[in-house]
C-alpha cells in the first residue's frame, strides 16, 4: 500500500511515520518547515510566516514548553506538530480567556497546559496523527488540566477534542482581534490511552 507525502508523492509503506519531540533549540531551528505546516493546514496566506515565527519562538522560550511532530521515516519531512506550555497569568491567551469566565470557572486556569498548536499537513490528514500527536503531547504533563481554543465549527479538530473527552469552558467565544467566535475547550489529565 501506498500513501502520499506531504509532497503528493507516494510513500513507501504506512508505518512509515514516527512521533518525536522537539527540544527547544531544534524547534526554533525547524521553525520554518513547523508554520509551513501550520500556513498549508490552515489555508492561511505565506504572509503570515513572519509574525507566526517571531511568536512562536516566544512561545518556546515560556516554562513547560513541549512540541512532538509527525516525521516521515522516508526523508525526515514533517507532517503534523503540537506544542504548549504550561498557563500562566500574564500570557496573552491566559488574559483572553480569564476575561470570558465567570468567578466560579476561574478555578480551572490554576494548573493546565496550554495546547496552542496542532496541525497536520492536509495530505496526511484522516490518519489519526493528530490524536497520536495530541497523545504524545500529553502523555507525561504534570499540570492538572489542558485548555484549548479552536474555531467553532463542525470538523475533524471538533471530533477529535470530544473523541477524546475535552468539554466546554467558553462558547461562541471572541479574542480579542479575531472576528471568528471560538470554543475554549478543556479536560483533566492524564487522557485515558486509547481502548485495544
Not at 73 to 85: E, M, P, S, T, V
Not at 104 to 133: C, K, M, N, S
Request: charged share 25%.
Amino acid at each position: 500500500m501506498s500513501i502520499p507525502t506531504a509532497h503528493g508523492r507516494p510513500g513507501t509503506r504506512p508505518g512509515s511515520i514516527e512521533i518525536r519531540r522537539l527540544d527547544p533549540v531544534t524547534f526554533r531551528g525547524r521553525l520554518r518547515e513547523l508554520i509551513g505546516i501550520y500556513l498549508t493546514a490552515m489555508q492561511y496566506p505565506a504572509e503570515l510566516a513572519g509574525a507566526r515565527a517571531v511568536l512562536w519562538e516566544e512561545h518556546s522560550r515560556r516554562e513547560g514548553f513541549d512540541c512532538v511532530v509527525a516525521v516521515s521515516r522516508d526523508d525526515d519531512q514533517l507532517l503534523g506538530l503540537a506544542y504548549g506550555y504550561r498557563g500562566a497569568p500574564g500570557q496573552w491567551w491566559y488574559s483572553e480567556v480569564r476575561r470570558g469566565m465567570t468567578p466560579a470557572a476561574l478555578p480551572q486556569l490554576g494548573d493546565f497546559f496550554e495546547l496552542t498548536e496542532l496541525h497536520v499537513h492536509p495530505a496526511w490528514q484522516g490518519r489519526r496523527i493528530g490524536e497520536t500527536l495530541l497523545r504524545r503531547l500529553a502523555d507525561e504533563r504534570p499540570e492538572r488540566s489542558m485548555l484549548l481554543s479552536t474555531p467553532e465549527g463542525e470538523n475533524r479538530a471538533w471530533r477529535l477534542y470530544r473523541r477524546l473527552g475535552f468539554g466546554d469552558v467558553l462558547r461562541h467565544y471572541r479574542f480579542t482581534g479575531d472576528p471568528r467566535p471560538f470554543g475554549v475547550l478543556g479536560r483533566e489529565l492524564p487522557l485515558i490511552p486509547p481502548a485495544g
